[in-house]
């Protein structure tokens, strides 16, 4: 099983639709759960943070489920600037500092 | 907010020459930065976690004596790919977060080597 597993997608979305994206993880020793995006050629940059409690930042929202080690995130009103590449990340857990990430999800927002 | 800083943005190179990449933190002191490799439609693979004042640390199947790390400030580490092959070929990023607590990482704006 891949450490972190994302439907590659591309998903193509209307502008103004709700899309969703999940992402498993394989590592339980991880502790803390991010998405970011990645525009292409360009460095990932963080999108939000996922807590057990569920966050929202605006028009996103994210979700943990530890037991069945499983994250989602959420876009409502969809932009076209929300195009990119959303990637699932954890962090390896165990003490050790570095992230792992999934392959990431391309979304594509269509006019 | 925190600026991570990588130089060179993209460099072509001929087989069996070495290339260094820098990677700074512009507004924090970082004693951990990261070192990323993505190969195309490929996830960010952690290639190794550099230490400031120590040696790096290594993930498996990366070759240490071919990618070098050099930390020797707090807001300054480089990789340096020896001997590079057109195979070595690749988006390479760098990472840093601000202290152990904060888990967000700041990511450099990558370097794209070509090795020809």
């Known amino acids: 099983r891949k450490e972190v597993e994302q439907d590659p997608g591309p998903f193509n979305v209307p502008e103004g639709a709700t899309v969703a994206f999940n992402c498993t993880y394989s590592?339980?020793?991880?502790?803390?759960f991010f998405w970011y995006r990645q525009d292409c050629r360009k460095e990932p940059k963080l999108l939000m943070s996922?807590?057990?409690s569920g966050n929202e930042d605006g028009r996103f929202t994210a979700q943990l489920n530890r037991a069945s080690q499983y994250i989602s995130l959420l876009i409502r009103d969809s932009k076209l600037s929300d195009s990119a590449t959303y990637l699932c990340v954890v962090t390896k857990g165990g003490g050790a500092d570095g992230l792992t990430f999934g392959k990431g999800t391309h979304l594509i927002i269509q006019p | 907010g925190a600026v991570v800083s990588q130089h060179p943005s993209w460099v072509i190179c001929k087989s069996g020459t070495s290339v260094k990449i820098e990677c700074r933190s512009l507004?924090?002191?970082?004693?951990?930065m990261f070192w990323y490799r993505q190969f195309p439609k490929q996830s960010l693979m952690l290639m190794a976690t550099s230490n400031e004042g120590s040696k790096a640390t290594y993930e498996q199947g990366v070759e240490k004596d071919k990618f070098l790390i050099n930390h020797a400030s707090l807001t300054l580490s480089t990789l340096t790919v020896t001997s590079a092959h057109p195979e070595d070929s690749s988006f390479y990023i760098c990472?840093?977060?601000?202290?152990?607590?904060?888990?967000?990482?700041?990511f450099g704006q990558g370097t794209r080597l070509t090795v020809v």
């Open positions: 507004d924090f002191q970082a004693t951990t």
């Open positions: 990472s840093a977060r601000r202290d152990r607590k904060n888990t967000e990482a700041f």
């Open positions: 590592n339980s020793a991880s502790q803390s």
């Open positions: 996922v807590y057990s």
